[in-house]
């Protein structure tokens, strides 16, 4: 079936520095999201974003991330700078239309030291 | 808020005994959208079902659930558990479709481990 990559799989940084996120979402879907999953916890929503715009986002985003396609290249969830409890498995989605089945990446596992 | 609660945590089952994985929703919108996703070990959640209309039943691979609005329910059912059934289970809520723009509350999530 369609496929989400997400790179890298894993990221280890110190707390402060910057880190991006990078999803190659499945090709003409137009809706793009990140949920933030800490470990134990349940998935949670982050942000979604359609035609250049976040169209929605949840308490959780807060003013150090930020989101982009340049392009029509990745998906890219940008955090600067981070925090120790920003650390969790952030999981990218996408989805032809809104509400419609949403298909995932296997995640990025982020620890900040 | 809108949220969604999976009481059970871990379930553990012999194979080719019934599956039955409960997912209830609070929610103030009328029209909400349910769905079951499933997670291997190592791969990405996948869609395992989304609901259809109020109390009619909806199934995708062995699996089956009913959205109840009376009950604010979206059990997960199966009627032979096999042993590659095994994985993470999340329920999630779509409020509304259209305006909500795909915004899934999930549920804690069931992990089902099927025994020989």
């Known amino acids: 079936g369609p496929k989400v990559l997400q790179i890298p799989s894993h990221q280890i940084i110190d707390m402060g520095q910057m880190v991006t996120l990078n999803c190659d979402p499945v090709?003409?879907?137009?809706?793009f999201y990140w949920y933030k999953q800490i470990l134990g916890q349940q998935m949670e929503f982050l942000v979604n974003?359609?035609?250049?715009?976040?169209?929605?986002k949840s308490k959780l985003f807060k003013d150090q991330f930020s989101v982009e396609r340049p392009d029509g290249s990745y998906f890219t969830l940008k955090i600067q700078p981070t925090a120790l409890e920003d650390s969790a498995v952030y999981f990218c989605?996408?989805?032809?239309?809104?509400?419609?089945?949403?298909?995932f990446g296997s995640g990025t596992r982020l620890t900040v030291l | 808020g809108d949220s969604v609660t999976q009481t059970e945590g871990l379930v553990t089952l012999t194979e080719g005994l019934p599956v039955m994985l409960n997912c209830t929703y609070q929610?103030?919108?009328?029209?909400?959208?349910l769905f079951w996703y499933v997670h291997y070990l190592n791969e990405s959640p996948r869609l395992l079902l989304k609901?259809?209309?109020?109390?009619k039943r909806t199934e995708h691979q062995g699996f089956h659930a009913t959205l109840h609005k009376s009950s604010s329910s979206f059990h997960l059912q199966k009627s032979s558990a096999q042993l590659s059934d095994s994985a993470l289970y999340y329920c999630?809520?779509?409020?509304?479709?259209?305006?909500?723009?795909?915004?899934?509350?999930f549920g804690a999530g069931t992990q089902l481990i099927v025994i020989p």
């Open positions: 999630a809520l779509s409020a509304e479709r259209g305006s909500a723009l795909g915004r899934l509350h």
């Open positions: 090709s003409n879907h137009l809706y």
């Open positions: 609901s259809s209309t109020d109390n």
């Open positions: 929610t103030i919108y009328s029209n909400p959208f």
């Open positions: 989605a996408s989805s032809s239309r809104s509400a419609e089945t949403l298909y």
């Open positions: 974003f359609y035609n250049g715009k976040v169209m929605e």
